[in-house]
């Protein structure tokens, strides 16, 4: 790191005596002045430790990649992190501990517990109750979110009926996540809560002052604007506790409200610190793609292309479509112009059901609650060379799910997280991976009738060696792996086709960058349910808005090309908005 050279304004950042806020325009090469940060300041402390965290684990294995081999950095009392794995490690167990007598078990979701779902008395045929549904306060109690119940809960009857009963099934989720921190089980959003309810306490308080003063220094926060009220309210104590606070963001990145991100409470705490910065230089787009990002942009950087794109004179790309396969051969013709092929493309959306279907591909949720499709899926996903590491993960743990049901069929197991159950029935977690992966690539569905294949699952399961555990019981295996409709078996055979461009959701690509992007606006935009105005609507109005920044996000992510594939419904306005911008564009 120490030779790589630096801006001036990156090297202010690596200098900085104080705390303060940097606000970073996309390519600004603030990874790079962090680490090397980083890394002056673990060098430079004798005792106490010096954190770096993020809020992503790809960005985090970024920052450990970029430390290389100065081992010295990673070791005690140092950290590099998510920053909920901070929170994890030196908030809330530390008094989990102590209040509870036993160490927490930490998931990533309310989806990663067997079950979390519940009934209300005589509710009829509708669906179950989700966890997810639900915010907590500090002290447990639940509040049921209504916009997050989705319409196929039920007809209009039954969703006036979860309104009307909204408190008795609050106070079921309450009672619910009782039971799951009482039995040591903690989501990420349950462990912020705990944090913040343990901070308000003036004896916890007391302890944790002692023990994060003693421990750290320096706290370096990544992408600072995805901070929420609880990590607002955990940077405001360590300030408190006179550790220092380097803040790196870009406040129009902030798109994670639904997850409590808070881009103004953010904004205002930035402003607290003594030292503010701004990185305005842009070594990763061209000029075109950096007007666009500013026509988006509702903060005050001035942001100016100085890489090697800086003397491309692409311009950014219409594409009007009228259905979304024919994207894809428009953004191919046009990136041959450029000498790009298609693996240098990625399609961005907002929804994924846009992009997936633009470039062909079949979602793993596809195969719905189905075990013999969850498996069929997941064959087909490690088969092909063209699947992305997380999608792989993804499908493996939909075998290893369907794998765990039939291992405790008739237990008590809708409080316990995946680990837990596995430790309650001695099943040895990375064996279970080791053989959700081998039965997946053994059993092939390509070219076999729905009927054959479920049958050669549950052959599978009951002649495979289990080891020293107790395999599932054949007379089980009938209705906990049925073969699927005929209707949903119709689509394995699209399961193993890889689409021609990669897609993705922009919230999947935050931090990363490619050589062309191909963004797509549908026909049907959403409306917020709020300000019953569309991303278009907030654009024309030059609302700061969550959905504006969506589409500041996407287009930050392009190196050379930026095509923007438009329903034509809505081509006019986009290139009404691109002329205004003065963004340098042609209709294709």
Known sequence: MSDIKLTDDQQALVDAEDSLFAAACPGAGKTRAMVARFLKRTAEEGRRGVALVSFTNAAVDEVRRRCGDQVGASRVPHFVGTFDTFIHRFIVTPLYVKTYHRKPNYVQSWQDVASTSFRLHDMGRTKSLELKWFDFDPDGRAHLNLHRVPQDFGDAAAHRMLAQRKQEAEANASYIFGRLLRAGTITCEAARLLAEFWLNSTRERGLLEALLKARFAEVIVDEAQDCGREELHILHFLRACGIRLVMVGDIDQSIYEFRNATPAAVQEFAASLPGQLKLEDNWRSSPAICAFNSGLRSGQL???????????????????????????????????????????????????????????????????????????????????????????????????????????????????????????????????????????????????????????????????????????????????????????????????????????????????????????????????????????????????????????????????????????????????????????????
């Open 302 to 588: 001035l942001e100016t292309a100085r890489g090697e794109n800086s003397i491309a004179q692409t311009p950014v790309h219409l594409i009007e479509f009228s259905a979304l396969d024919q994207i894809v051969p428009a953004a191919l013709d046009i990136a041959e112009q450029y000498k790009l092929a298609a693996d240098d493309l990625v399609i961005l959306s907002h929804a994924e059901s846009h992009g997936m279907k633009a470039a062909g591909g079949v979602s793993i949720e596809s195969t719905g609650s189905n075990r013999v499709l969850a498996i069929a899926n997941a064959g087909s996903k490690l088969r092909s060379r063209e699947t992305d590491p997380k999608t792989r993960r993804k499908a493996v743990e939909q075998v290893q799910r369907a794998l765990l049901a039939a291992l405790t069929v008739g237990r008590d197991i809708q409080h316990h997280s995946f680990a837990a159950v596995c430790e309650e029935i001695s099943v040895d977690s990375r064996w279970l991976e080791s053989f959700a992966v081998r039965m997946a690539l053994a059993l092939d569905a390509e070219g076999k009738t729905r009927l054959a294949f479920a049958a050669e699952v549950r052959d599978f399961l009951k002649a495979a060696d289990w080891g020293y555990i107790a395999g599932p019981a054949a007379s089980d295996l009938g209705n906990l792996f049925k073969a699927p409709s005929e209707g949903a078996w119709a689509g394995v055979a699209s399961f193993g086709s890889s689409p021609s461009i990669r897609y993705s959701t922009v919230h999947g690509v935050k931090g990363m960058e490619f050589p062309g992007v191909v963004m797509v606006l549908p026909d049907r935009l959403r409306v917020n349910q709020v300000t019953e105005r569309t991303v278009l609507d907030d654009w024309e109005g030059n609302h700061n808005t969550e959905a504006r920044r969506v589409l500041y996000v996407a287009g930050s992510r392009a190196e050379q090309l930026l095509i923007c594939a438009v329903h034509r419904k809505h081509t006019g306005r986009v290139s009404t908005l691109l002329d205004a911008a003065g963004v340098p564009h042609i209709k294709s």
